[in-house]
């Protein structure tokens, strides 16, 4: 059970609830730092159109005989890229922490780094983000004493960050959260993986493999090269590619990317793909706010009254009276 800091009320003027010394001293800290190879995408839910992203690739460098991690993060907004920034990180058994010693995760129930206060406030946890569920998560609060502001960072194994929110008061938002996580193959074992696949592999686990790939490689592609993304698409790579149930056309459609929503369209993605819950596209660009997005989506042909595994379409009644609703019942939708 969490225990009462001291260090929480004196510096920060609050009472935080760590967790008791005993059940972090041991845990190897390491593991809640991505993997070598990753890609994470971020939606940055920042309250205005939902449809900020950043894209984290992770690799493994050694500089000066210190290994470090680095983390290269691109920031699209509204599809139009905004930068690329760098960071590097120190990752070991007892803690986390970026290259001017500003230490991120400790196997300790409290630290003090830069000025800011941490606190280690649950353990062993189970936590559901876009990107799916996960367990034996940490999660660390950060808590500015200058200032009283809270900010609460969920971690995952293997995956790293799953998602930041701030804390006022009684209320958490929810305003950084994973919603897509690829360890990436190295070439090497690409390799060897076409090898194995042409030796062994039946024709229908191969195009599985394909699909997945397909996935990976325009999803990838699209942020790095439009004009190689497009390329990909007129050679025949498939449009409605799919990774874990959920097709790409769903997750360009979940960030807002309207541009990737409309060249997969005009490559004949299906308007009507959804995730592995069954949830349309056009859901849930209605969900998100949307609006060019699900525009897009009903005049290539989507059905907006398609319901999901928990018999959800796309039409709720918040959208009555707003553009997306409007936009939804020219095209038939009823309340589900």
């Known amino acids: 059970m969490p225990t009462e800091t ?5 510096r920060s003027g609050a ?15 390491s593991k809640y730092f991505p993997s070598v190879s990753t890609q994470n995408i971020y939606a940055i839910l920042d309250g205005t159109t939902g449809s900020n992203i950043t894209e984290t690739f992770i690799e493994a460098e050694e500089i000066n005989n210190v290994k470090e991690r680095a983390v290269e993060s691109r920031t699209k907004i509204s599809g139009e890229h905004k930068g690329t920034t760098t960071d590097y990180y120190t990752v070991s058994q007892t803690k ?5 010693g500003y230490i991120i995760i400790k196997n300790a129930p409290a630290w003090e780094s830069q000025g800011l206060d941490f606190y280690i406030t649950d353990t062993d946890k189970t936590v559901e983000v876009y990107s799916g569920l996960y367990d034996d998560c940490i999660e660390v609060s950060r808590i500015d004493p200058d200032t009283g502001f809270r900010a609460v960072f969920t971690y995952a194994p293997k995956v790293g960050l799953l998602k930041m929110s701030k804390v006022t008061k009684d209320e958490e938002d929810v305003i950084v959260e994973l919603y897509y996580t690829k360890t990436l193959v190295q070439e090497d074992e690409k390799k060897e993986t076409k090898e194995s696949d042409e030796s062994e592999a039946n024709e229908s686990n191969t195009a599985s493999v394909t699909d997945e790939n397909d996935y990976d490689q325009l999803f990838k592609m699209y942020y790095e090269d439009k004009e190689n993304f497009i390329g990909m698409l007129e050679d025949g790579m498939n449009p409605n590619a799919e ?12 960030s807002g990317d309207i541009e990737a929503v409309e060249l997969l369209l005009e490559y004949g993605a299906d308007p009507n793909s959804t995730n592995s819950y069954n949830t ?7 969900t ?3 609006t060019s997005v699900v525009r897009a989506l009903l005049e290539a042909g989507a059905d907006p009254n398609l319901k999901d ?7 709720s009644e918040e959208l009555i009276g707003t553009e997306i609703g409007d936009l939804l019942g020219d095209a038939g939708a009823v309340l589900y």
Do not use: C, Q, W, Y
């Not at 001291?6 to 004196?10: F, I, L, N, P």
């Not at 009472?15 to 800290?29: C, M, R």
């Open 288 to 290: 998100k706010g949307h």
């Open 243 to 254: 990774s874990d149930g959920t097709s790409i056309l769903f997750n360009f459609s979940f």
């Open 15 to 29: 009472s935080v609830k760590t967790v008791p010394k005993e059940d972090i001293a041991g845990v190897d800290i």
């Open 6 to 10: 001291m260090s929480g009320k004196e």
């Open 280 to 286: 349309t596209a056009v859901s849930i660009a209605a």
């Open 309 to 315: 595994d928990g018999g959800m379409s796309a039409l």
């Open 96 to 100: 986390i922490a970026e290259r001017d």
